[in-house]
């Protein structure tokens, strides 16, 4: 079994930062790609940032050149680093990972966080 747990969310006025980080723990062989996806109310969820396990990242365009994606191997983590923040940035942020389980035949599956809040407004 695996769980990806959220944190760093909260309250944030126009044009301050946050910063969100995913950690992930269980049976884990090997973490694949990392991502951040994001849901506002009556809105489908969408990708925000996503990093491969090579390091690569891709964002969507309403974050490029705010948002930042890491990750840290070691510890299983990824972070979203959130700058200059819009009050069109709020929704419910929700990790994603990509993990190859340790069992006898290992294999890939995708797990999902429970979500963490960010809300921008004055």
């Known amino acids: 079994q695996v769980q990806l747990v959220e944190s760093g969310g909260g309250l944030v006025q126009p044009g301050g930062s946050l910063r969100l980080s995913c950690a992930a723990s269980?049976?884990?062989?090997?973490?694949?790609?990392m991502g951040w996806f994001r849901q506002a109310p009556g809105k489908q969820r969408e990708l925000v940032a996503i990093?491969?396990?090579?390091?690569?990242?891709n964002y969507t365009d309403s974050v490029k050149g705010r948002f930042t994606i890491s990750r840290d191997n070691a510890k299983n983590t990824a972070y979203l680093q959130m700058n200059s923040l819009k009050p069109e940035d709020t929704a419910v942020y929700y990790c994603?990972?990509?993990?190859?389980?340790?069992?006898?035949?290992?294999?890939?599956?995708?797990?999902w966080g429970q979500g963490t809040q960010v809300t921008v407004s004055s």
């Open positions: 269980g049976s884990i062989f090997k973490i694949y790609a």
């Open positions: 994603n990972a990509g993990v190859l389980i340790d069992t006898i035949v290992p294999k890939e599956s995708i797990y």
């Open positions: 990093i491969t396990s090579g390091d690569r990242t």
